[in-house]
């Protein structure tokens, strides 16, 4: 049995079904796949289309674990997987893979129509609740409780963001009262409160910070993000939002270093700021002398004392090296994903519960996060040759 049809369960399924396994689905919700129809709204990103040993970098302190199976099913076997079920993929600009429709209903068509051929079933608005004393998977549903036992039983509960699309994170009590150790949810892929002015929320809420660099200890992302009426989110942000969460979970602060000219040298933003602006005002000045446009002039004023304004060197140093701290994580309920779950030492190489065999954890339930960009859904996909 599987529980749990989001992508990993699926792709368990489907592996399970193709190797004469007769396979039943249980889903809590009405239908299946409602993250991954959400998260196809805008463009399915499915997978990334850099070389393999920069993608396996991307899975940080869990490369180890996964690294194995990303290489047996990575993105090239992703994209082939796609065009088996009648979906095309390309590699976009930015590296990042999609259906050429775009869309993910096709793609989930395609899918279920196939997991019906291999012998499926699924099971609808049957919500787990945990064991009984039996041993046997109780489900609630509609019409009562009902259990079922399997040989194999596959868990794919997906983590503790979005739960209105299913994934509500309350099977962590169930295996914590059975003794499996599970780490704490954080918010992933999350956006952060900045205590901004209202000045700068009326004039910059909803603009985008370009052609940017963003630093957090040792980690430094080029990229683009949004200034919200909350404070700041967007994809730079996403990619660099674990490393700020976990600078301010351990200390209290979390502060993001801007570098708003990144394509030039300090020694050249301070001599242009260093010609003489006549009657310009700063603003002005900054957008004659270094392009800069009116939102990263706004935030420049926002953040930066006036004395250091006045002086070009100091001004330089500082749209070189901008200081933004941030206040808290935006929560989890808005986060794209979730960092916690299953522990990792709970588990075999195979995602095998080791004080259950038999059971195995799958996708964002376990303790593991990647940024955006097709990372995600990778790592929910290559578990496949457990």
Known sequence: ??????????????????????????????????????????????THGEDLETFLTRYGTSQA????????????????????????TFV???????????????????????????GCVIH????????????????????????AQADITILALGGGSWKRLGSDGKWMEILTKAGIKCNPFKPANCGFDIDWTDHLIDKCAGSPVKAVTLTCGDQTIRGEFVISKTGIEGSAV????????????????????LDLCPDRTLEDVTNRLAKPRGKNSLGNHLRKTLGLDATKTALIFEVTPRDIQNDPAKLAAAIKNLKVKIKKPRPIEEAISTAGGVAWEELDDNFQLIKRPGT????EMVDWEAPTGGYLLSGCLAPRTA
């Open 1 to 46: 049995m599987v529980i749990g049809a989001g992508p990993a369960g699926l792709m368990a399924a489907e592996r399970l079904a193709g190797e004469g396994y007769g396979v039943t689905i249980y889903e809590g919700m009405p239908s299946a796949g409602r993250k991954f129809l959400m998260a196809g709204k805008s463009g399915l990103n499915i």
């Open 65 to 88: 674990r996964l690294e194995s199976h990303l290489r047996k099913f990575g993105p090239d076997q992703i994209r082939e997987w796609c065009a088996g079920l009648g979906v095309e």
């Open 92 to 118: 976009g600009s930015s590296g990042r893979v999609f259906p050429t429709v775009m869309k993910a209903s096709p793609l989930l068509r395609a899918w279920l129509r196939r997991l019906d051929g291999l």
């Open 124 to 147: 609808y608005r049957h919500y787990w609740t945990g064991w009984n004393d039996a041993g046997q998977a109780v489900f609630k549903t509609t019409d009562g409780d009902v259990t």
């Open 238 to 257: 996403y990619a660099i939002s674990a490393t700020l969460r976990d600078q301010w979970l351990e200390t209290g602060v979390g502060t993001l270093t």
């Open 360 to 363: 195995y954890c799958l996708g």
